[in-house]
């Protein structure tokens, strides 16, 4: 997902064509990218527990980036009947995630389902290598029938070539001109945050559903604490043994898919050392007697989170990179309403 290596030294071969007029396919990447971006917002809105202060001062430094950033995918745009899928589930996640309601079991599948399609869709257009240095989405991406023989091995992705895809990615959500003034407010958003609300960002990452109790405020989206993985080895270790050879390579078939969601280009090699250190995760918590395990149970489960989905690296602009997503403003207004509206009501004056 995103890395957040936000670096100025931005240099005169980095600098591509516009990114305004777009092919379908094109805008196919632009508007999941976007909508990602956007859900991310709204689990971090919902799990830092914003203050009205606080929601009013980061509207603010949002609406200073907006009017600077590039325009952002317009929901009417033209994508394709797969993408089109993806992104009526996802404006139906918003809506929950913008009311505060829990996410209700049938949208969950449906929006785990639309991811899978984003990265299938994603997959099919990376070329085998970038053509050279740039920002533009053709330099990494293909129209989809162009790159179909190469899609079973995707880019690999040297350090190289990560830096250059996450600053297309940051300037395709922001724009030149956004991504400088992005760095310049990070202080202040920094300044806006309690301690714990900072830390939230040290793993975090691209979220579209809030997997943790919300009601912790310092797990907000994808928090630390690895609490689907335990579960999954909770699961794991009541599995008869006579099941186990099949149900394990059933698990780790489905832990291909997720590699696959977290990170559309994962190479073959790459999904056989996750699919092996993961099953390596699994037999360990099984030959455990139940003491052991309770011991061992959060190593094995951050081993499992670790390597299906690695942690991102530390940034300076984490937070106002999220925080301050475009079109965040109309989001944090959204949210102040909800505030507004379930404040408790002052006392009566004498």
């Known amino acids: 997902m995103l890395r957040l290596f936000l670096t100025l030294g931005l240099t005169a071969a980095l600098v591509s064509p516009s990114l305004a007029a777009r092919p379908t396919w094109e805008e196919d990447l632009g508007q999941v990218d976007y909508l990602v971006g956007q859900l991310s917002l709204i689990n971090l809105i919902n799990g830092l527990h914003l203050t009205a202060e606080q929601a009013t001062r980061l509207r603010d430094l949002a609406k200073w980036i907006e009017a600077v950033a590039g325009s952002t995918p317009s929901p009417q745009a033209k994508v394709s009947p797969e993408i089109e899928q993806v992104r009526k589930t996802y404006f139906e996640l918003s809506d929950v995630l913008m009311r505060g309601d829990t996410v209700p079991p049938d949208l969950e599948r449906r929006v785990i389902e639309a991811r899978a399609i984003q990265a299938k869709v994603v997959r099919s257009t990376l070329r085998p290598q970038p053509q050279g240095r740039g920002v533009h989405c053709s330099n990494c991406h293909t129209e989809p029938p ?18 250059d895809t996450d600053m297309g990615h940051y300037v395709g959500d922001y724009g030149w001109a956004g991504l400088i003034l992005l760095v310049r407010l990070s202080p202040k958003v920094e300044a806006t945050l309690t301690d714990a609300q900072k830390s939230v960002f040290g793993n975090f990452a691209c979220c579209l559903m809030p997997p943790q109790d919300m009601g912790d405020p310092v ?56 699919r092996r250190t993961v099953g390596e995760a699994m037999d360990r918590a099984r030959k455990l007697d139940d003491t052991s395990f309770e011991l061992e149970k959060d190593t094995l489960a951050r081993t499992v989170k670790d390597t299906v989905q690695p942690p991102q690296p530390d940034s300076p602009n984490r937070a106002a990179y999220f925080l301050l997503f475009p079109g965040a403003s109309k989001i944090y207004t959204q949210y102040l309403d909800r505030l507004s509206k379930t404040e408790p009501a002052k006392p009566a004056g004498p």
């Open 146 to 163: 162009a790159v179909a023989a190469a899609t079973a091995a995707p880019m690999t992705m040297t350090e190289t070539v990560r830096r």
């Open 219 to 274: 797990r907000a989206g994808q928090a630390d604490f690895p609490g689907k993985e335990l579960e999954l080895l909770r699961k794991v270790r009541d599995i008869p043994a006579a099941e186990w050879p099949d149900s394990r390579a059933g698990i780790l078939r489905g832990v291909d898919a997720v590699a696959e969601m977290v990170s559309p280009g994962v190479t073959a090699d790459k999904k056989a050392d996750i």
